[in-house]
């Protein structure tokens, strides 16, 4: 059987401007504009930038 190398996300870090920068196990390093997302549906509160970086958290190798 083929088996892939799925990277876990180790940290996340919540930046200005509701940027994410996701720290992988493999070194990787990326950064998402969460912005579209924010203050739509479930995501509305996240529109406040002091909620969206203290509700950021890394749970079972992803970004939630």
Known sequence: MYETYIPSVVQAVAREGHLVYCYFDDGRITCKDMAPLIGKGVFAPLA??????????VMHGTVS
Do not use: G, K, R
């Not at 406040?48 to 958290?57: E, G």
């Open 48 to 57: 406040d930038p002091a909620v969206f970086a203290s509700a950021l958290t």
